[in-house]
């Protein structure tokens, strides 16, 4: 049964190497030493896909003009999910590329029909987060999509001419004409920035979550049309696995008693993360007999993506789980306190940030 990729959904993916196959995604772990992938998501295949990646780390090495883009779209209020994306712009920054975010106010006001004040508030808020988490403000440009001049508006237009609804519905299945004029406009918040007007022709790389992987497509597609008239080039990503919820399903802003959200106080934080389902057994005798099963664990799963970066540490955690040597409980705690320490750093890099934030991205006055 082929996998349908929904980017405006919830769906939870199993099985990551089908996807692989599937849409030619190509594996990012032979690139991990040849191009010295320094990050953990990297070495424990958290970002596990690609497509062109190698083409912007030469130009990143050669000092060519790159960028990373990606967008937020502000319903709900960012949680480890979302900064698994903030992690991967702060990281590509470190190693010197320009970076590039959108708040996608007008796909949110059309695709989830939000009230406008609620979508600025929220945009800001999101831009505030990502500069908390770590990426520098002053090397780094913020956007909000209706906020953006009239050649961006007309490459939406432009695209239009080219792309037909049976394409629309091939990638996304269902479409609806606010879902067309969402991924339009996502097309063109990723290929904008070759344009001279926005600062001249640049390597583009977008690095998302696996669910956003049909607007890659199109817009892949839609470059390929537009290479002669307007210089456009296919733009590269990498792709990250799904940081499922604390139920195991997907992580999402729609069930927030499922997600850690960065602004949640620390209690409901740690009460969410009690309550998380574990990969333990029945009972405390047969997990000390048999050993728990990490692999299907959202603690341990937080561990990896976020709460542990030292790879011994993780790898000493594993054993220890799969050993029978802890339990869940103690397991927990163990997670609450690293949790903790990661939120209380968090919330006071907020705090200094979110009243300044408007000093690097223009509200939108309507
Ligand atoms: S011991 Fe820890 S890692 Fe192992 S299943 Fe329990 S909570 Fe998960």
Redesign the pocket.
């Known amino acids: 049964m082929s996998i349908t990729l929904d980017p405006w959904g919830y769906a939870a993916i199993e099985d990551y190497e089908k996807l692989l196959e599937e849409f030619g995604i190509k594996p990012v772990k032979d690139m991990i030493s040849l191009y010295s992938l320094d990050h953990h998501f990297f070495a424990r295949n958290v970002i596990f896909g690609h497509r062109d990646f190698d083409t912007w780390l030469e130009k990143l090495k050669a000092k060519d003009n790159v960028a990373v883009l990606t967008g937020f779209m502000p319903s709900g209020s960012p949680h480890l999910g979302t900064a698994m994306v903030y992690e991967e712009l702060k990281y590509f920054q470190q190693k010197g590329a320009y970076v590039k975010i959108a708040i996608a106010d007008a796909e949110a006001y059309a695709v989830r029909r939000e009230d406008r004040g609620d979508l600025i508030k929220r945009g800001v808020e999101f831009i505030a987060h990502a500069i908390a988490w770590g990426v520098n403000p002053e090397k780094a440009e913020f956007y909000f999509q209706t906020n953006m001049t009239s050649s961006y508006y007309r490459l939406i237009q432009m695209f239009s001419r080219k792309v037909t609804e049976a394409e629309m519905r091939a990638i996304y299945g269902d479409v609806s004409p606010a879902k067309i004029m969402a991924a339009l406009t996502q097309a063109a918040d990723i290929l904008h920035l070759q344009l001279e007007e926005y600062g001249g022709f640049k390597y583009v790389l977008v690095p998302v979550g696996i669910d956003q992987d049909p607007h890659l497509r199109l817009t892949r597609d839609i470059a390929d049309r537009f290479e002669n008239e307007l210089g456009l080039k296919r733009p590269s990503s990498i792709y990250h696995k799904l940081l499922r919820g604390l139920d195991g399903n997907k992580m999402s802003k729609s069930r927030p008693e499922y997600a850690i959200h960065l602004d949640d106080p620390i209690e409901l934080a740690e009460k969410k993360l009690m309550n998380a389902l574990?990969?333990?057994r029945a009972t405390a005798e047969e997990q000390r007999k048999l050993g728990?099963?990490?692999l299907k664990?959202m603690?341990?799963e937080l561990y990896m993506y976020h709460l542990v970066r030292d790879d011994n540490e993780l790898r000493d955690?594993y054993s220890e789980?799969v050993n029978g040597k802890?339990?869940?409980g103690e397991?927990?705690r163990r997670a609450i306190s690293k949790l903790r320490e990661l939120m209380i750093t968090h919330s006071e890099n907020y705090n200094e940030v979110i009243n300044q934030v408007e000093k690097y991205v223009k509200k939108p006055s309507f």
Do not use: M
């Open positions: 574990t990969g333990g728990g099963e990490p664990c603690i341990f955690i789980c802890i339990l869940c397991c927990k």
